[in-house]
C-alpha cells in the first residue's frame, strides 16, 4: 500500500463549483498535513498547513484533517479559472532534523469559465 | 515572504556532461531539500540536508551528489548526465514544518 493516495484526475468543473479534492494516507505518525497549488511549469505552492486534526480555513480554502480515517481533504468555495492548476497533499511525521514530506501524485483541476 | 530561487529555469545538457544545479533560499532555513518530478511517479526525494556540511540520501540518490557549504545554498550536482535524468527538478527549504519550493529547474540530456 502506497503512504499516500491522491486521485490524480483529471477533474473538471465549471466555475463557482466546490471542489474537492481529497488524500488517503496509511502511516499514522503523520501529523503535519499541506496542500501545495503548482501551476503548469512552476513549482508547487504552499495553500494550507494544518497541524493534526481538524478544519483551516483560508479565503475559499479549507482544510480538513481526519487522522481517524487516515483523510484529508481541501475543499475550494466558488473555484475560478485561475484555480486551474495541480493540487497536491503532503504529509510529515517530524517537525525534527529528519524531516521528510512524503506527497501525493496530485490532482490536476480545470475551472472551465 | 519566503524565498527560493534555483539558478536556471531551463537547460540542456549533453550526456556524460557534469551538470550543477544551484539553489539560494533567504530566510536562513536550516534544511534544504532537492526533489525530481515525473508525470505519473510525482515528486521524488533525491537528498535533503539538514545542516551545513550535512547531507542525507533520499529516496532515489543514485547518479547525484550535493554539496552544501553554505546555509543559504544547496546545490545538486549529475556527476555524468544520462537521458534518464531529464525532469523537474525542484529545490525546497523550510524551517520548522512548511517547506517552500522554487520555481524548478527543467533539465533535457541529450
Same mark, same amino acid.
Given at each position: ?113 | ?79 555524468? &548526465? ?9 529545490? &525546497? ?18
Amino acid at each position: 500500500q502506497k503512504e499516500v493516495e491522491q486521485d490524480p484526475g483529471p477533474l473538471s468543473v465549471p466555475e463557482g463549483a466546490i471542489v474537492s479534492l481529497n488524500c488517503t494516507y496509511s502511516n499514522s505518525a503523520f501529523q503535519y498535513f499541506m496542500w501545495y497549488r503548482q501551476y503548469s511549469r512552476k513549482g508547487p505552492e504552499l495553500l494550507m498547513y494544518t497541524y493534526s486534526s481538524g478544519n483551516k480555513e483560508d479565503g475559499r480554502f479549507t482544510a480538513q484533517v481526519d487522522k481517524s480515517s487516515k483523510y484529508i481533504s481541501l475543499f475550494i468555495r466558488d473555484s475560478q479559472p485561475s484555480d486551474s492548476a495541480t493540487y497536491l497533499c503532503a504529509m510529515a511525521d517530524s517537525g525534527g532534523s529528519n524531516y521528510k514530506l512524503t506527497f501525493g501524485k496530485g490532482t490536476l483541476l480545470t475551472v472551465n469559465p | 515572504d519566503v524565498k527560493v530561487t534555483q539558478s536556471s529555469r531551463y537547460l540542456v545538457k549533453r550526456t556524460g556532461e557534469k551538470v550543477f544545479l544551484e539553489c539560494v533560499q533567504d530566510m536562513d532555513h536550516e534544511n534544504m531539500f532537492w526533489y525530481r518530478q515525473d508525470p505519473g511517479l510525482g515528486l521524488r526525494l533525491i537528498y535533503f540536508s539538514y545542516d551545513v556540511k550535512m547531507k542525507e540520501k533520499g529516496d532515489i540518490p543514485e547518479g547525484y551528489s550535493v554539496s552544501r557549504e553554505k546555509k543559504e545554498r544547496f546545490s545538486l550536482i549529475l556527476e555524468s &548526465a544520462s537521458t534518464n535524468q531529464t525532469s523537474m527538478y525542484l529545490c &525546497a527549504s523550510r524551517k520548522i514544518t512548511e517547506a517552500f519550493f522554487g520555481q524548478g529547474t527543467r533539465l533535457t540530456v541529450v
